[in-house]
């Protein structure tokens, strides 16, 4: 006999998309061959925009938000997984078009599953998120492209915000001179400690691109602004240099010439955590286990119930958050 979870549930009513607490019964759950008790999930910006009725990103209503989680194996149809297995879920649309991490249970297919690596706690694994999964992705992708620590300084944007914190930790850790970019300059202390050398006002850099190239200052960037800041880092990389963009807070209008592709022989990467194939994913979280420094879990991490989330979603959307906001379901 199936049983009951708590869950925020999102409802298109007349008056806009609005959120509420409901006991649901497990027989409503989508269709899947793992069910997970979910310990963890996080609030991302994606998660904000969903929570608050943006972009068209959830279609089909009533809905459970959360575009990731971590939990425990409940029951499973797969021999991948066995009960009491602990995992991790990023991606995969969950939280858009599927249900997602803002509950107690979820039931999802078990190729979206990751297997939660040794060393790392439920908690901890969401405290790096989705955000941190991405940081992770576009650092790969960077190492890919030939950039190392003796390239020259990393230019990390947005870097107060969830995927600039863990990238900055990150990058540090690897050994690399961390730029950091941030419109909340009074948080400058906080990037110091996470690993940043030199801290950059967002104005110097978020403003109309005036010529096609400027001067070379950094080896690569993590870009999670978009915009004109992106605008604008691409023609202030050193040659051969690259930016890996996975964001889009500052805008997804990019404004530039070819200039910086042809003279310089720069790259461009595209960074994608949602479809991302398993075979990478188990790389990155396996190396966000191994080379995230555990020491500053509790500086990047500020921890919300349920009823908490749509406030904070707010806050998301408004760059008033700092580092992540891991959600304790069961709080």
């Given amino acids: 006999m199936a049983g009951s979870f708590r869950a925020l549930v999102l409802e298109d ?37 969903i929570l608050q009725g943006l972009g068209r990103l959830v279609r089909s209503y009533p809905h459970v938000p959360g575009i990731d989680f971590s939990g425990t194996v409940e029951c499973s149809e797969n021999s991948d997984y066995n009960v009491g297995d602990k995992v991790i879920l990023t991606g995969w649309r969950v939280g858009e078009s599927r249900w997602g991490g803002f509950a107690e249970k979820a039931r999802v297919h078990s190729g979206w599953l990751v297997p939660m690596p040794d060393g790392i706690s ?38 107060n915000g969830g995927v600039g914190s863990v990238a900055t930790a990150l990058l540090n850790a690897m050994g690399f001179e961390v730029h950091a970019s941030t419109g909340r300059p009074a948080l ?28 070379e200052r950094w080896a690569g960037c993590v870009d999670a ?31 530039a010439t070819v200039i910086p592709f042809l003279l310089r022989g720069i790259n461009l990467l595209g960074i994608d955590s949602v479809m991302c194939p398993a075979d990478r994913r188990r790389r990155a979280w396996h190396r966000l286990a ?42």
Wanted: charge should be negative; hydrophobic fraction near 40%; aromatic fraction near 2%.
């Fill in 13 to 49: 009513t007349q008056e806009g998309v609005t959120s509420s607490i409901q006991n649901l019964d497990e027989s409503r759950l989508p269709e899947g061959d793992v069910t997970v008790a979910i310990s963890h999930s996080t609030l991302n910006y994606k998660d904000g925009m």
């Fill in 290 to 331: 191994s080379e995230f420094p555990s020491e500053l879990f509790e500086e990047l991490t500020e921890i919300i119930g349920l009823s908490e989330l749509p406030q904070t979603a707010a806050k998301i959307l408004a760059g008033q958050t700092v580092g992540r906001v891991v959600v304790d379901v069961n709080g």
């Fill in 122 to 159: 439920e908690k901890n694994a969401m405290a790096i998120g989705t955000a941190g999964f991405t940081a992770m992705l576009a650092i790969m992708s960077l190492e890919e492209h030939g950039i190392s620590p003796s390239s020259g300084p990393i230019l990390v944007t947005g870097a």
């Fill in 188 to 215: 400058a202390e906080r990037l110091n400690r996470l690993g940043a050398r030199i801290i950059i006002d967002r104005s110097e850099i978020h403003t109309e691109v005036r010529r096609p190239l400027q001067g």
């Fill in 225 to 255: 602004v978009g915009g004109e800041t992106l605008s604008n880092v691409l023609t202030q990389i050193k040659y051969g240099g690259s930016v890996a963009a996975c964001g889009l807070a500052g805008g997804n209008t990019l404004t």
